[in-house]
């Protein structure tokens, strides 16, 4: 169980478009999603949490006209990057977390973003 | 504030040798959350354990163990008998009980011979 899907796995765009990532939560109700974002052998930087059917709280730094984050059902997040550029390439991470589990977070496979 | 400070940035270590990583953190919570995940090539995350601060006893799990030192702030995780499937990054994760956050140390590069 606790079971949580990215989609897409990977994806190249160029700068200049956007593009979105799905966060799901496939077998379980997910209360809280949160987004990280991993650069290459760094560490995973929490960019934003979110709380099903209201606005999502961004950690400071992160511009949330850049990432927009929906987390319009109990377990479905979107991330959209918004006019990406080749600074925003890195590895993106969400995690889920719902009520009837304890203080875990299950984590996506991420989905590895290049833009050129 | 949080912290979560990963000193060892690489291991590398013969198969069947023991790696024991070190995780020194920081918070003012008197109830808070330690974690171990493993991230392996492929980049998706894979939890190990999680620990609460009013549980000091050390665990050990097939080859992993961890210890969990109140006194000193620290959870340092050991590999006994590696093997070359433990080749991985390893994080050290802190979460207080209010948010549920996860701050990560930057990670211990393990890197295991045959």
């Known amino acids: 169980g606790a079971v949580v899907s990215q989609h897409p796995s990977w994806v190249i765009c160029k700068s200049g478009t956007s593009v979105k990532i799905e966060c799901r939560s496939l077998?379980?109700?997910?209360?809280?999603m949160f987004w990280y974002r991993q650069f290459p052998k760094q560490s995973l930087m929490l960019m934003a949490t979110s709380n099903e059917g209201s606005k999502a709280t961004y950690e400071q730094g992160v511009e949330k006209d850049k990432f927009l984050i929906n987390h319009a059902s109990l377990t479905l997040s979107t991330l959209t990057v918004t006019s990406a550029h080749p600074e925003d390439s890195s590895f993106y991470i969400c995690?889920?977390?719902?009520?009837?589990?304890?203080?875990?977070?299950?984590f996506g496979p991420g989905t590895r973003l290049t833009v050129t | 504030a949080q912290k979560v400070t990963q000193a060892q940035t690489e291991i590398s270590v013969v198969e069947k040798e023991d790696v024991t990583l070190d995780c020194v953190y920081e918070t003012r919570d008197t109830t808070y959350y330690l974690f171990w995940y493993k991230q392996p090539p492929s980049g998706e995350l894979v939890f190990l354990i999680r620990?609460?601060?009013?549980?000091?006893q050390n665990e050990i799990s097939g080859r992993y163990s961890w210890n969990f030192q109140k006194s000193t702030s620290s959870f340092n995780f050991t590999i006994t008998a590696s093997q070359v499937v433990d080749s991985a990054v390893y994080f050290c994760?802190?979460?207080?009980?209010?948010?549920?956050?996860?701050?990560f140390g930057a990670g211990t590069t393990v890197t295991v011979r045959a």
């Open positions: 994760a802190l979460s207080e009980a209010n948010d549920y956050k996860l701050s």
């Open positions: 620990r609460n601060s009013f549980d000091e």
């Open positions: 077998d379980f109700q997910a209360t809280t």
């Open positions: 995690s889920a977390r719902g009520y009837s589990l304890s203080y875990e977070q299950y």
